[in-house]
């Protein structure tokens, strides 16, 4: 049985300067991403390619969809094994490599997922969760570079 989920955004540009694309420096690369039901998304290029830094970039929201992807997969895991998370942080990087043609792609991301459980005496099990949470993370499963993880583990004490 294959399980589709569908998903939705609408994406509108609101960078014309009342020029439109004249010159690659002329427009803004501001916009709005949004979904039915949810606050909007300022977005922007990075500042490199002449963006808003106030604003989310492509490359930030990418990186947030893998950190966010794995925190959610890890607490279903840790759920199911009976492990008690009450803290979670990630302190994640990734970096991207730009080609000669204007392009480029990441080359890869590291994950630091910083978990604190209840209980100490659950701590290599705790640990050992990470690894089907990255198996089990759709959006690590949908890209083509490599994605690291460096977790630590605290306990209540």
């Given at each position: 049985m294959k399980l589709e989920h569908r998903y939705a955004v609408d994406l509108q540009w609101t960078g014309n300067r009342g020029t439109g694309t004249s010159g690659y420096k002329d427009y803004g690369r501001d916009h709005t991403v949004s979904a039915e039901g949810k606050h909007p998304v300022e977005g922007s290029a990075d500042r490199t390619f002449f963006g808003d830094r106030d604003r989310w970039n492509p490359e930030e929201l990418l990186l947030a969809a893998l950190a966010q992807?794995?925190?959610?997969?890890?607490?279903?895991?840790?759920?199911?094994?009976?492990?008690?998370?009450?803290?979670?942080?990630?302190?994640?990087?990734?970096?991207?490599?730009?080609?000669?043609?204007?392009?480029?792609?990441?080359?890869?991301?590291?994950?630091?997922?910083?978990?604190?459980?209840?209980?100490?005496?659950?701590?290599?099990?705790?640990?050992?969760?990470?690894?089907?949470?990255?198996?089990?993370?759709?959006?690590?499963?949908s890209v083509n570079f490599p994605v690291g993880h460096e977790p630590e583990l605290l306990t209540l004490v």
């Open positions: 992807c794995h925190m959610l997969s890890y607490l279903a895991e840790a759920a199911r094994a009976g492990v008690v998370v009450v803290g979670y942080t990630d302190a994640a990087t990734g970096v991207m490599e730009q080609t000669s043609n204007g392009g480029g792609h990441f080359t890869g991301v590291t994950l630091r997922p910083r978990v604190t459980i209840a209980d100490p005496a659950q701590a290599e099990l705790a640990m050992s969760l990470h690894h089907p949470a990255a198996e089990k993370c759709f959006i690590a499963a």
